[in-house]
């Protein structure tokens, strides 16, 4: 009695002085409205999350975090309002995603305060490659790293087929596009065809005239580079014009959260690619990854998404920084981050030095039957891991990042 006393007394004792200490704020720049809003509602869950478990132990450096964080309602304009208002804030370090457009403009708004930005899900090879900086770091994959496992499998399935592309008008559908094109050899845009619709704002008639094309087409596999509820459209209009019983649904970043919406039913079959799902721990015996599954089950009575481990890790990855460099100064957790290997939620990763990309495993997943997704206990296990890579497979090597840099006219180094 007299230990457990004691006990409950230091814990009281340290929570007392994480009170009493002034907190250290994190800033969100994330999604609350607008076609990619469920992806940005689970970057708020993870990272809350993460946030209370931290403070739990004691908060960084003695001190609480707090979480401030703004809606970007997939706008450019209103992201950089974000960062700014976040940085008079005090803000230490800022973080969000889900638009590649928008981590690319903030990211680099933040250098500008001197503040750190984690990229959440921006997918784009222009956040870490072309319009990398110092003060960037990406924690998911980027385009080619999807595509090259995407292409690996889709080359063994799916040889010599047909492509049509629809494509979301910006950097991550351009990118993820060209990419997608290379690793399966569907450049020809004669023999594979593709459209591109409007983004943000695409109405639903943009998608129909993309799709009606498609089916007019002898294309097999249909790509469609689209993400969010923007995807879960599509998807309706495809299943309507009969598209998905006679051609290969590909969507290069697939999400819990982009299933649920439209259905397993509607997405059965449907092939993409992953940085992580809720199954991912278990399968790569990762304990600390089963944890933040059972926690968030827990209070959210859901499974996490990759964008809710996204936000989780990314808190825990800066926390750790800091108290490895014990400072808060962002040259110095630059210092901290760079080359650093860790696991987390999943296998080991690094903060790759030359471009701040995460190298990690990616995972190319079809979306299960419906009937094997309503034997779950939350009706949410959507994902069969069909093929996987290892990060130092996937991502682009040093010259090949050097070389995309000269082209953009950019040195080949980040500055």
Known sequence: MKRLTAALLLWLGISACVQAAEPITLGLNYPRTGSYK???????RGALLAIDELNARGGVLGRPLRLASYDSGSSID??????????????A?????ASSAIAIAAGKRAREHGLLYFGTLTYSNDTTGKDGHRYMFRESNNAWMSARVLGEYLAERFPNQRYFYVTSDYTWGHTTETSLRQTTGSQDVARHPGVRVPFPGARLADYRDALTQAAASDAQILALVLFGEDLVRAMRIANDLGLTRRMQVVVPNLTLHMVEQAGPQLMEGVIGTEPWTWRVPELERSERGQAFVAAFVERYQ?????SAASAYSIVYQWADAVQRARSLDSEALIRALEGHRYRLLKGEQEWRAFDHQNVQRVYAVRVKPRAEVLKDPLKQDYFEIVHQLDGEQAAPSLPEWQAERRAAGQPPRLL
């Open 93 to 97: 370090m800022l973080f969000g995603g």
């Open 78 to 91: 209103k992201a950089l309002r974000n960062v700014d208002r976040l940085a008079q804030e005090g803000a």
């Open 302 to 306: 859901s499974y996490p998404s990759s």
């Open 38 to 44: 469920e992806e940005g509602l689970a970057q708020m």
